[in-house]
């Protein structure tokens, strides 16, 4: 069976840490861009980072740069995203997705977002004092 399962959500103080995990089954990341979305009830989906196949290139938006990471293990199938110094905007319920790439003018590819086929069932992610 296809499918992405996340899991590491949970209740975190302002300015703690999480980290999220993405697992594969039923394909081969190595073969697959992933990225993290999130969003919160009646508000539109958010991107908020992505990492290419080959476990290079990554991708963040402005409002979690320097504060979240993505990362890949290929070998496990899994991806990765540590969230730290986590804010009172970050709570959300947070999916991952496969993603598109697209060759940059060096041969390289890069992750974007476009033709979101597979989606986790995503993980609730809370700040709160």
């Known amino acids: 069976q296809v499918q992405l399962v996340e899991s590491g959500g949970g209740l975190v103080q302002p300015g703690g840490s999480l980290t999220l995990s993405c697992k594969a089954s039923?394909?081969?990341?190595?073969?697959?861009?992933i990225a993290w979305f999130r969003q919160v009830a009646g508000k539109e989906r958010e991107a908020v980072s992505c990492?290419?196949?080959?476990?290079?290139?990554?991708n963040y938006a402005d409002s979690v740069k320097g504060r979240f990471a993505i990362s890949k293990d290929n070998a496990e199938n899994t991806v990765y995203l540590r969230m730290n110094s986590l804010k009172s905007e970050d709570p959300a319920t947070y999916y991952c997705?496969?993603?598109?790439?697209?060759?940059?003018?060096?041969?390289?590819?890069?992750?974007?977002?476009?033709?979101?086929?597979?989606w986790g069932q995503g993980t609730q992610v809370t700040v709160s004092s």
């Open positions: 990492i290419s196949s080959s476990e290079g290139p990554t």
């Open positions: 997705a496969t993603t598109g790439e697209r060759l940059d003018a060096s041969g390289r590819y890069y992750c974007d977002y476009f033709d979101m086929d597979i």
């Open positions: 039923g394909f081969s990341l190595d073969y697959y861009a």
